[in-house]
């Protein structure tokens, strides 16, 4: 049986691309889980199952993480782990066309990145904290983050993604040797392109190129395929305090 099926799970960016293929999968396997997206409501699978609750808001917004946390421990009895896949896109050179690069812009993409990351971390670590522990070693819960392959090989107008996405991976480490005390493993993964919606809607001549520089498997991802990490995240308690890039040996 998947550690999947004994969990609650807070899974930010539910309703779409990794972040619903996260709750597919964790559902399928057992899971209750917590959707918080932007949107109103939750992927198919997922509105048709007494396991899911959906919760609308930004992760950046305190009020809104802590109040759907609060309703799935109301609903059903606790908290056991956080996977954080909601993110944002920006594309913009430091001297464009137009001039100087637009500073409200970068620090959106810093602001939901990286401070909307780190809100989902801090809250549903209090909470899983309260937690007896779950296993022998005294574990009570799991964090995934969302990092990027940019936080190594970001691209010419990726300076706010990367700088975001970069600020992800750094905070790993720190943070899983904080919460060691409360029993609280914590990794990040760095994908490389995969097929969700954002990259299914670029152009061939955005598209094309990537696929030429991917040494193996020569596709892009599948979004089930970074759910089938973030699983074994779960199941292999080794795994704290990394960056596991997964990427099909990209280097951009």
């Not at 007494?50 to 917004?61: E, I, P």
């Not at 996405?165 to 993964?189: D, H, Q």
């Amino acid at each position: 049986m998947s550690k999947l099926a004994e969990q609650v799970l807070l899974i930010s960016g539910a309703s779409s691309g990794l972040g619903a293929a996260c709750t597919e999968r964790c559902l399928n396997q057992g899971a209750r889980v917590i959707g918080m997206d932007l949107a109103a409501t939750g992927i198919p699978v997922a509105t048709s199952t007494a396991n899911y609750l959906h919760a609308q808001g930004s992760v950046t917004d305190a009020t809104a993480v802590a109040q759907a946390i609060s309703q799935g421990i109301a609903r059903f009895g606790k908290l056991t782990g956080a996977i954080c896949c909601a993110g944002i896109l920006h594309a913009e050179r430091v001297v464009g066309r137009d001039g100087p690069a637009n500073l409200e812009s970068f620090g959106r993409v810093l602001e939901v990145n990286v401070l909307g990351t780190f809100n989902v971390i801090r809250l549903a670590a209090d909470a899983i904290a309260k937690n007896p522990p779950s296993e022998a070693d005294g574990q009570r819960g799991v964090i995934v983050m969302t990092s990027s392959i940019a936080t190594y090989d970001g691209q010419v107008g990726q300076a706010a993604y990367a700088a975001s996405k970069g600020a992800v991976a750094s905070m790993t480490l720190p943070i899983a040797r904080e919460l060691a005390k409360l029993g609280i493993r914590i990794m990040s993964i760095a994908p490389g392109v995969f097929e969700t919606p954002m990259m299914q809607a670029a152009s061939d001549k955005v598209r094309q190129p990537l696929l030429d520089q991917t040494p193996f498997p020569k596709r892009f991802g599948q979004p089930d395929e970074f759910a089938a990490m973030v699983e074994h995240i779960f199941e292999n308690p080794m795994l704290n305090g990394s960056v596991i890039r997964l990427d099909a040996a990209l280097r951009m």
